[in-house]
C-alpha cells in the first residue's frame, strides 16, 4: 500500500534551486513566524542548475553602468520580446543578491579598493564551484524553513479557483505526500529533453541544464489553466561540441573568436545575440564550411591552465576532454555546434506570464526563476532577485488566503493518489517512459525544429507534431512503473508532452521568424513587425488558447485585469 | 559522461546517494553504492566532491570522443585536487584553490 502523509504549510516552494531557495531565505527572514516549506525532487545541497558550480555571475549592473541599460541589452538580444517591469525590477537586486552570495560565502575577486573585478560590462569574477552547498546552507540556518528533499511534486491542488497546496510522491519510497499550503511559488526549472539530444546514446545527458529539469513547473501551471508567455522563443545553445560545455568563458574570458574550417571570423554576419550566435555555427556548417571552431590556436601556457581551472569549476568533463586527449586548446581550436532547443525562461522570456510582482495569472501562484517569463538574461542573480521578489509578494499577499484543511486537501488529492498507486501495481504494460521519451524526442526533432532539420519547421510538420505528441500523452496516461525511480519517469514524460503541446501552440502562433538561431518558420522565413508582441496561452478545458499581447516597452508596472 | 564507483573503496557512508541531483545512485545489498543508470548520469561531479573516500572516478562516454581516461577527486582543507589518469600516460594533477577566483 503507498503510505500518504501530509503537512500544513504557509508558504509552499516548488524546487529548491537558486530561486526557490533565496525565495525560502528571504521569507523567513523577513518573518521568523511564517512556516516556509520547500519540496525538491533531488537534494538543494546540490540539485539544480547550480550543481557543478558557476564560472561568473553573469548578471550584475558594473561600475559606472545603470540597470536601464542591462534592459536594452536584454530588449537586443531578445529582438524586442521582453517585459521592462520584469527585467528592471529583477536588475535592480542583481547587486545586493551577489553582495548576500558573498555574505553566505562566496568567493568574489576584488580589487585593491574591495571593489567587485568585472569581466566584460556586466560580469564578475568568482569561485563558484561549491555556490550550492553555500545556498543550501544558508537555508538550513532558519528553523522556520523546513526542506523535504527527494519528493517531486506532480500537481497543484486547487479549491475553486486557488491554489492552495500539491501532491506528489517520494523518489525513494512508496510515499505519498500531500500538502496544504497558504500560498505556492514555483521555482523549478525549465525544460530539458523535449528533443532528441546531440548525443541521442549513453553520454545523451549534458552537464550546462539539468537533465532532470522536465518541465515540471511549467506543466504544473498549465494544468490549472495558468497563462504562459513566449515558449516559442526555445534556447538553443552555442556550446563546445561533445561535452556541451559553455563557450562564454573561453570567448569573454580569452577573447577567442569564432572561425568557420576556411579560418574566416563569421559571427558578424549572424549578428551578436545570442540567437545569432547559434544561427553562426549552424549556417556555416548547413553550407559547407563546417565545423566550426573558437580560435583558441596560440593561446598561452599559463592562460591554458586558469582555463583548465575555470572549466572544473563549472564543467569538468571539458578539462578532462582537453587533457585525456592532449588537444589542447593552445594547440587545437575548440569545436562549438548548438544543442537542441530547451525551453527556459532564465535564458529567454518563456514562462508564466505574471505581474511585475511575480504572481501568476491563477490566485495563489507565483512564480520565479527559469520558469517565470517575460525576463531573459536571469542568470544566478536574476533568479536570487526573482525569488526575494516573489517571497515579498506573498509576504504581503498571505493574509488574503485563508488555510485549507489537511482533510479537504487529502480529498482534492485523492485522484492523484489513487494514480500513483495504480501506476506501482498496475502489470507492466506495451511500453515503458523511455521508450515513450525516445519517440517524444523523435518527433520534436524531426517535426518541430530539431538539431537534425536544422531548426527549421513548418505548418504542416507542427500540425503533424501536434498530432503525434497528442499520441505519446494518450499512451502515457497507460504507463505503468515498476519502482518509484520508474514512476518519476513516467511522470517526467507526461510533464514534458504537456510542456510539448504548449509549445507547439506558441510555434504556430508566432508566424515569422524573429530569432533564426533559435528556429526558423520556413513558411514565414522573415522577421514582421506585426509580431512585435507576446504570443501567450492558456489551457481551458483541455484545449489551448493563443492570446496575443501587446509589448508594454516602457511600462514599468503591470498588474493583471483579470 | 558518467562516473564508476569502486566498492572496494565505498564504505556505504550514503553521502554519493544523497547528493545526486538525479537520484541515480543506489545502494546494493551490503549498503555500498552503486549508479543504477549510467546512461542517465550528467555528469555533476556532485558525488566525487561529496566522496570522501575517493571511490568515484569520472569519464566521458566514447561516444563524445572519451579514451578512458579517469578523473578522480580529492580535498585538502580549501584545495581541491582534480587527478586525471590515462593508460600510457603520465598522471595529471590540477589543483584548484577554492578562496581564490576564477581567472575568466
Not at chain 1, 553573469?58 to 531578445?78: H, M, P, S, V
Not at chain 1, 503525434?468 to 494518450?474: Q, S, V
Request: aromatic share 8%; proline share 3%; hydrophobic share 35%.
Amino acid at each position: 500500500m503507498l503510505r500518504i502523509e501530509t503537512i500544513q504549510t504557509d508558504f509552499l516552494i516548488v524546487g529548491g534551486g537558486t530561486a526557490g531557495c533565496y525565495a525560502a531565505i528571504v521569507a523567513a527572514r523577513k518573518d521568523p513566524k511564517l512556516r516556509v516549506q520547500i519540496v525538491e525532487k533531488a537534494n538543494i545541497k546540490r540539485s539544480g542548475c547550480l550543481a557543478a558550480g558557476v564560472n561568473a555571475i553573469n548578471a550584475y549592473i558594473t561600475e559606472g553602468r545603470t540597470t536601464q541599460q542591462y534592459l536594452e541589452y536584454a530588449r537586443w538580444d531578445a529582438e524586442k520580446i521582453i517585459r521592462d517591469d520584469l527585467v528592471l525590477s529583477m536588475a535592480e537586486r542583481f547587486n545586493e543578491s551577489a553582495r548576500d552570495l558573498e555574505r553566505m560565502g562566496l568567493v568574489i575577486l576584488k580589487d585593491a579598493n574591495g571593489n567587485y573585478v568585472s569581466r566584460g560590462k556586466r560580469n564578475i569574477k568568482i569561485n563558484g564551484e561549491n555556490i550550492k552547498p553555500i545556498i543550501s546552507r544558508e537555508v538550513k540556518k532558519y528553523d522556520n524553513i523546513s526542506i523535504l528533499n527527494h519528493v517531486v511534486v506532480t500537481n497543484l491542488l486547487q479549491d475553486g479557483d486557488r491554489v492552495c497546496g500539491a501532491v506528489g510522491f517520494s523518489t525513494n519510497y512508496e510515499t505519498a505526500w500531500v500538502i496544504s499550503a497558504r500560498a505556492v511559488l514555483v521555482a523549478t526549472g525549465g525544460a530539458a529533453g523535449l528533443y532528441r539530444p546531440n548525443n541521442p546514446g549513453f553520454s545523451r545527458h549534458k552537464m550546462w541544464y539539468p537533465p532532470f529539469n522536465a518541465g515540471a513547473g511549467y506543466a504544473l501551471g498549465i494544468r490549472v489553466g495558468a497563462e504562459m508567455t513566449s515558449f516559442e522563443m526555445r534556447f538553443v545553445a552555442q556550446r563546445i561540441k561533445d561535452t556541451i560545455a559553455p563557450t562564454g568563458t573561453i570567448a569573454l574570458g580569452v577573447g577567442a573568436r569564432e572561425v568557420n574550417a576556411l579560418g574566416e571570423a563569421y559571427a558578424e554576419r549572424y549578428g551578436l545575440t545570442t540567437s545569432g550566435r547559434a544561427r553562426g555555427a549552424t549556417k556555416e556548417t548547413s553550407e559547407g564550411r563546417g565545423p566550426c571552431y573558437l580560435k583558441t590556436v596560440g593561446l598561452d601556457s599559463s592562460r591554458e591552465e586558469d582555463l583548465y581551472k575555470a572549466y572544473l569549476n563549472m564543467a569538468p568533463a571539458q578539462t578532462l576532454k582537453w587533457i585525456e586527449s592532449g588537444e589542447r586548446p593552445s594547440t587545437h581550436n575548440v569545436e562549438i555546434e548548438g544543442t537542441e532547443p530547451y525551453v527556459v525562461g532564465g535564458h529567454t522570456a518563456s514562462g508564466y506570464w505574471i505581474d511585475t510582482a511575480r504572481r501568476t495569472t491563477v490566485a495563489g501562484l507565483y512564480a520565479a526563476g527559469d520558469v517565470a517569463g517575460g525576463a531573459p538574461k536571469k542568470f544566478v542573480t536574476g533568479a536570487l532577485a526573482e525569488g526575494w521578489i516573489a517571497a515579498e509578494t506573498v509576504l504581503k499577499d498571505l493574509a488574503t488566503y485563508s488555510p485549507t484543511s489537511i482533510a479537504r486537501a487529502l480529498e482534492l488529492a485523492k485522484d492523484k493518489t489513487n494514480e500513483y498507486e495504480r501506476r506501482l501495481r498496475a502489470p507492466r504494460g506495451v511500453y515503458n517512459a523511455r521508450e515513450l521519451e525516445d519517440a517524444m524526442q523523435k518527433v520534436m526533432d524531426v517535426y518541430a525544429g530539431g538539431i537534425s532539420v536544422g531548426y527549421r519547421y513548418n505548418e504542416n510538420q507542427l500540425a503533424i507534431a501536434d498530432e503525434k505528441i497528442g499520441l505519446i500523452a494518450d499512451l502515457a496516461e497507460e504507463l505503468s512503473a515498476a519502482d518509484v525511480d520508474e514512476l518519476v519517469r513516467v511522470y517526467e514524460l507526461i510533464d514534458r508532452a504537456t510542456v510539448c503541446k504548449t509549445l507547439l501552440a506558441h510555434l504556430r502562433g508566432r508566424k515569422e521568424t524573429r530569432w533564426p538561431g533559435f528556429g526558423v518558420f520556413a513558411d514565414y522565413p522573415e522577421k514582421d513587425d506585426a509580431f512585435e508582441c507576446f504570443v501567450n496561452t492558456r489551457n481551458v478545458n483541455g484545449k489551448i488558447q493563443t492570446i496575443i499581447r501587446p509589448l508594454m516597452e516602457g511600462v514599468t508596472y503591470y498588474e493583471h485585469t483579470h | 559522461m558518467s562516473i564508476l564507483i569502486e566498492s572496494e573503496r565505498c564504505v556505504g557512508c550514503g553521502s554519493c546517494v544523497e547528493a545526486c541531483p538525479g537520484n541515480l545512485i543506489k545502494r546494493d545489498a551490503d549498503g555500498k553504492a552503486f549508479l543504477k543508470a549510467p546512461d542517465e548520469c550528467w555528469g555533476c561531479a556532485s558525488c566525487l566532491k561529496e566522496c570522501r573516500f575517493q571511490a568515484i572516478s569520472y569519464y566521458l562516454g566514447a561516444d563524445i570522443g572519451g579514451r578512458g581516461g579517469l578523473m578522480k577527486y580529492e580535498r585538502d582543507g580549501d584545495l581541491a585536487r582534480w587527478i586525471i589518469r590515462r593508460a600510457g600516460r603520465e598522471t595529471v594533477t590540477i589543483t584548484v584553490d577554492r578562496r581564490s577566483s576564477n581567472k575568466y
